[in-house]
């Protein structure tokens, strides 16, 4: 790949040459992304590719979109930012936190702006969690998960249309259904029925809740019926893309099923882990590549960076929002 200098007309064998960076003022997102195509350099650089390749996605109707993210930014208010974006996507893949986080503040659950560095032993005496620079009292998260759950459940329970057996998705669906908070994301995936898949449910809150609730219920969870469908899904599309916040269980599970076709066409990874223990958090999308996750000649970017930066400036830069 070579670019040429306009200033002086010589040609680099390396690439298109760097830009200066200029802002103006009540300069739009768009724009700025606009001014920063030429930035070259560092994370900057690949953010900027990460949006190109997004909007590519977007606009190719043929491709089957997944959305996968961990539950710690649920905590956060780019909780607000994922419930928003979920009628452009056709799956979430996400982990069992998600559930415990987004049905706990759909139903007033307060957190707080708090700090790395506070005395975890005086929060413990005074009840309250932290999750990073996250404050949340007992009764905001786990109260409010349990009496909500037992309502909601109560009332799949008691309905004409019981299972006795759900898959993971479909028992989201169901509480998708009877949530009333549009800022959910539960409630959002339901309304423009989008399927989230949480191969991770068991794992939090709404896990215990949900065994709690099977002891003495006749309900039964059937974790194998969404791989069944997850492995349909990707056979039935050519094209597959994919947004992927953060590692772990529901970014594996996007780049797993999708080696079965060949591997993703389009794909981003907004991540902070390094690669240099081995982890998948930490796994750069070229590593997925090598196994057949996504194929040699998909688009695809890995961005180093905090996605309650990096993510709302993504989507403000996409026409789509």
């Given at each position: 790949m070579s670019g040429k200098d306009s200033s002086t007309g010589r040609t680099s064998p390396l690439g298109k040459p760097i830009k200066d960076v200029r802002l103006r003022a009540s300069m739009k997102v768009s724009d700025l992304i606009k001014e920063m195509e030429g930035i070259g350099g560092f994370s900057a650089q690949h953010m900027v590719?990460?949006?190109?390749?997004?909007?590519?996605?977007f606009a190719d109707k043929s491709a089957?979109?997944?959305?996968?993210?961990p539950a710690d930014i649920i905590a956060t208010?780019?909780?607000?930012?994922?419930?928003?974006?979920v009628k452009h996507f056709n799956a979430i893949i996400t982990t069992g936190g998600t559930l415990d986080h987004d049905i706990a503040r759909a139903y007033g659950g307060v957190y707080s702006k708090g700090s790395?560095?506070?005395?975890?032993?005086?929060?413990?005496?005074?009840?309250?969690?932290r999750l990073g620079n996250v404050f949340i009292e007992k009764d905001e998260y786990g109260l409010k998960l349990e009496k909500s759950f037992n309502t909601i459940m109560e009332d799949i329970y008691s309905s004409k249309d019981y299972k006795k057996e759900y898959s993971a998705s479909e028992l989201i669906y169901e509480f998708g259904k009877r949530m009333k908070d549009e800022g959910s994301i539960v409630r959002q995936a339901y309304l423009h029925n989008v399927k989230i898949y949480d191969p991770g449910?068991?794992?939090?809150?709404?896990?215990?809740?949900?065994?709690?609730?099977?002891?003495?219920?006749?309900f039964k969870l059937n974790l194998i019926k969404d791989e069944l469908e997850l492995s349909n899904t990707i056979f039935d599309n050519k094209v597959t893309?994919?947004?992927?916040?953060?590692?772990?269980?529901s970014k594996h599970h996007v780049i797993w099923w999708n080696q079965f076709k060949g591997g993703l066409d389009y794909a981003v990874y907004i991540t902070?882990?390094?690669q240099f223990d081995g982890s998948l958090s930490g796994a750069r999308l070229s590593e997925a590549v090598s196994w057949g996750k996504i194929k040699e000649k998909a688009k695809y970017?890995?961005?180093?960076?905090?996605?309650?930066?990096?993510?709302?400036?993504?989507?403000?830069?996409?026409?789509i929002f």
């Open positions: 590719d990460g949006i190109r390749i997004l909007e590519e996605m089957y979109k997944f959305l996968s993210f208010g780019i909780r607000g930012v994922i419930a928003d974006s790395f560095y506070a005395d975890d032993s005086e929060l413990h005496k005074a009840g309250v969690y449910i068991l794992d939090g809150a709404f896990g215990t809740q949900l065994s709690i609730f099977a002891q003495d219920h006749d893309g994919a947004l992927m916040v953060g590692g772990g269980i902070t882990a390094t970017t890995t961005i180093d960076g905090d996605a309650t930066i990096v993510l709302p400036i993504m989507f403000s830069a996409l026409d």
